[in-house]
């Protein structure tokens, strides 16, 4: 049978060499409008290179790369995660129509919510979970409850026992629902932070502390053992990726905090990303013509990073849940059959919201040496009741784009120095510091409004234009092996400060020094 994925590595792939080709002669036209609409967002891509030969290569390269079966395949349920032999199969836990499992798990979760709404318990949520255990949560607290909500949410991520110190201070122990979200049940920071609150909630003299904590993971025994009830734990499963488990009862915080409708709004959305997905051919298919973009921006023409810009304060938790989607998924230089991948793959990821972010590093993306692509996010209306504000931050968020896109040539940045009486040799000196390279690309996503359904579209946007992105560079964007090494070095360098093991010899020197330096201060 005919392997699901393209084993070569990309420089192998000659509709690869025909696609560098078309999208280095191609440049951004700024008279041309590039707009895709998908599940109630408006993508414009007018910002990014484009011509007729680029979009025939890019075509061309999706069928040499196999993408039709591999979005069936995805969609599907089949082994795509072929290093840990799984399906990623976040997309079944959105679906409409969901049976089984999943819509126990649904109805589970909404029960509780219900119960515990009805009962006007857990004024307080201590949401302890790390990376797509947290993130996403966060996101979806933050953008839906910014205005204050009858539950407080504490997130408790770090090991940093600063984390944990303050996420329980002040709270009153006997409302206080302890959520203990971990699809593996054996991270650390959430299996140690949780110890902090199961001993607090003793300490105040609970007699039976485990009515307070709940548990999400994909390891119920582990959960069990641990200590949580059989009732308290809520299910995912393995072929869900810890970044792509929002969808999943992973959200439950988010339920108790915002409404199950936030939760079931969420999941409309990415659905009708993921039918948009499945059914659009792919000139007309938003991630796939957002793939391409990006890859033209990092493997051809050798921009390191992705700047992301939500032009709204709501969406300040976006950037670290992009950061883990985009570079747990991409930041891998091995291909699919082992060999090293052999172009440019995924780029560091950052940002800020817009404005903040203007005043704060927008001079680099305007003028420094490299520049980034950048994925402006903006909503056509607010739910404020200040019409300026709104306007204003529109306003700004096209001009930036614009400025990014079309430049201020030398002769324009002259002039502006003349106009402003600066003598003819200063001006044409200043003119040098004040002119716009131009042509630098970026993507504008615009929703109607910030709804549950329009992040919801928004997220599964990112998740499946990072698919697209792996498959084209041939490599698996859903595991993350890279994790484990530092986790490993952490336990052992642990049980060394602790005394429990000699400090290793195999250290370099430096650790070494550290180690000794850091065990005798934790002694003392
Ligand atoms: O270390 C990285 C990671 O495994 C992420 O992939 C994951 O989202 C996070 O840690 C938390 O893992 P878990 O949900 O199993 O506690």
């Not at 792939?13 to 590039?34: G, H, K, N, Q």
């Not at 515990?116 to 996101?139: C, E, M, P, Q």
């Not at 770090?158 to 006997?174: C, M, S, V, Y």
Request: hydrophobic fraction near 45%; charge should be neutral; glycine fraction near 8%.
């Amino acid at each position: 049978m005919e392997p699901l994925f393209d084993l070569r590595t990309l420089p192998e792939v000659p509709e690869w060499a025909d696609f560098v080709d078309a999208a280095r002669s191609a440049r951004i036209a700024t008279d041309e409008l590039r707009l895709i609409k998908a599940a109630g967002l408006t993508l414009d891509l007018s910002a990014q290179r484009s011509a007729p030969a680029l979009t025939h290569a890019g075509t061309r390269l999706l069928e040499a790369r196999r993408f039709t079966p591999a979005r069936r395949a995805l969609l599907d349920g089949a082994i795509v995660n072929t290093t840990e032999h799984r399906a990623a199969w976040h997309t079944a836990l959105r679906a409409p129509a969901a049976t089984g499992d999943i819509a126990a798990a649904r109805q589970r979760m909404d029960d509780f919510v219900r119960q515990a709404d009805t009962a006007r318990r857990w004024r307080n949520i201590v949401h302890i979970g790390i990376g797509g255990s947290d993130w996403g949560v966060r996101l979806a607290v933050h953008a839906f409850g910014y205005t204050g909500m009858w539950r407080q949410v504490h997130f408790v991520s770090n090991i940093d026992g600063h984390a944990i110190e303050g996420g329980l201070a002040g709270l009153d122990p006997q409302d206080t629902l302890i959520v203990m979200a971990s699809k593996s049940f054996t991270t650390a920071e959430t299996l140690e932070n949780g110890q902090r609150a199961l001993e607090w909630l003793r300490a105040a003299g609970h007699r039976d502390p485990w009515g307070q904590i709940v548990a999400i993971t994909a390891q119920a025994e582990r959960a069990r053992e641990w200590g949580i009830r059989n009732d308290h734990i809520f299910p995912l499963w393995d072929w869900v990726g810890g970044r792509f488990s929002l969808w999943s009862a992973i959200s439950l915080t988010v339920a108790l905090a915002v409404g199950t409708g936030v939760v079931a709004g969420m999941q409309g959305g990415a659905a009708a990303m993921d039918t948009h997905f499945a059914n659009s051919p792919p000139v007309e298919n938003a991630p796939v013509q957002m793939a391409l973009a990006g890859i033209v921006n990092r493997s051809v023409l050798g921009y390191g990073s992705l700047n992301i810009a939500p032009y709204d304060y709501r969406l300040h938790d976006l950037i670290p849940y992009l950061q883990q989607l985009e570079m747990e998924s991409l930041g891998k230089s091995v291909a699919l059959n082992g060999a090293p991948v052999g172009v440019p793959t995924g780029p560091a990821v950052w940002g800020m919201p817009g404005t903040d972010a203007q005043h704060t590093f927008f001079q680099w993306l305007h003028q420094g040496s490299d520049g980034a692509p950048v994925d402006f996010i903006v909503c056509r209306h607010a739910d404020h009741g200040w019409p300026r504000h709104h306007q204003s931050l529109l306003a700004n968020c096209l001009a930036q784009r614009e400025a990014l896109l079309c430049g201020k040539p030398y002769a324009a940045a002259l002039a502006e120095s003349l106009a402003e009486g600066h003598a003819p040799e200063r001006a044409r000196w200043l003119a040098h510091h004040r002119t716009h390279p131009g042509q630098r690309p970026s993507s504008l996503i615009v929703l109607s409004r910030l709804s549950p359904y329009t992040l919801g579209a928004l997220l599964a946007l990112y998740e499946h234009k990072i698919f697209v992105q792996a498959l084209i560079w041939g490599i698996n964007g859903f595991d993350q092996w890279g994790v484990e090494y530092g986790k490993r070095l952490a336990r052992n360098i642990l049980e060394s400060l602790g005394g429990q093991r000699e400090i290793d010899t195999a250290h370099d020197a430096s650790t070494a020094y550290w180690v000794a330096c850091f065990r005798e201060s934790s002694n003392t």
